[in-house]
T-cell receptor
Framework: SQTIHQWPATLVQPVGSPLSLECTVEGTSNPNLYWYRQAAGRGLQLLFYSVGIGQISSEVPQNLSASRPQDRQFILSSKKLLLSDSGFYLC?????????????FGEGSRLTVL | GENVEQHPSTLSVQEGDSAVIKCTYSDSASNYFPWYKQELGKRPQLIIDIRSNVGEKKDQRIAVTLNKTAKHFSLHITETQPEDSAVYFCAAFDLYSGAGSYQLTFGKGTKLSVIP
């Protein structure tokens, strides 16, 4: 069966520090991969998605970046964090085949920038 | 692109009563409408979905209805229980827009509180 893991689960970082969140998927190949951010009490904002290794699409301008160095690995990074980067970050995957609609989310990473 | 509006943003019901959450979408090409439930501090999980070739789908106490003409769909929870308390998100998508990628457009969420 397919599983998705992301880490770390909780992170407290000072303003201006770097960030690296990692997500891996097991049990499937060539998944679509996504990073979402959820600010406190708010909805799901799509940050990045990827349809293959090295292929990244950004949905919103920001100081975050994403990379997909391997088929089932998706990384969210920042060189210098801002206070507004605080939030709950969710990695997700979906199947490649047309008609495969369900998104499977990771456990989430809660980032607090102080 | 697709725009999904969801309301209400918060909803409180007494245990045992029904809860209804409504969403509208803008893109007539959308043909897949999932609902996700997110408990506090946890990941969203799919609870039910509907495709545009049907008007209603039920799964025990949960049902979803779709009106393609009016471009709206609703989640119905009957006999609510405290464990139904969570944030619910609707979404809309064209499943057949092209191989290789899709961007699920989510509503902003409804915080449901079931009062014992």
């Amino acid at each position: 069966s397919q599983t998705i893991h992301q880490w770390p689960a909780t992170l407290v970082q000072p303003v201006g520090s770097p960030l690296s969140l990692e997500c891996t998927v097991e049990g499937t190949s060539n998944p679509n991969l996504y990073w979402y951010r959820q600010a406190a009490g708010r909805g799901l904002q799509l940050l990045f998605y990827s349809v293959g290794i090295g292929q990244i699409s950004s949905e919103v301008p920001q100081n975050l970046s994403a990379s997909r160095p391997q088929d089932r690995q998706f990384i969210l990074s920042s060189k210098k964090l801002l206070l507004s980067d605080s939030g709950f970050y969710l990695c997700a995957w979906s199947g490649l085949a047309e008609g495969a609609g369900e998104l499977f989310f990771g456990e989430g990473s809660r980032l607090t920038v102080l | 692109g697709e725009n999904v509006e969801q309301h209400p943003s918060t909803l409180s019901v007494q245990e045992g009563d029904s809860a209804v959450i409504k969403c509208t979408y803008s893109d007539s090409a959308s043909n897949y409408f999932p609902w996700y439930k997110q408990e506090l501090g946890k990941r969203p999980q799919l609870i039910i979905d509907i495709r545009s070739n049907v008007g209603e789908k039920k799964d025990q106490r949960i049902a979803v209805t779709l009106n393609k003409t009016a471009k709206h769909f609703s989640l119905h929870i009957t006999e609510t229980q405290p464990e139904d308390s969570a944030v619910y998100f609707c979404a809309a998508f064209d499943l057949y827009s092209g191989a290789g990628s899709y961007q699920l457009t989510f509503g902003k969420g409804t915080k449901l509180s079931v009062i014992p």
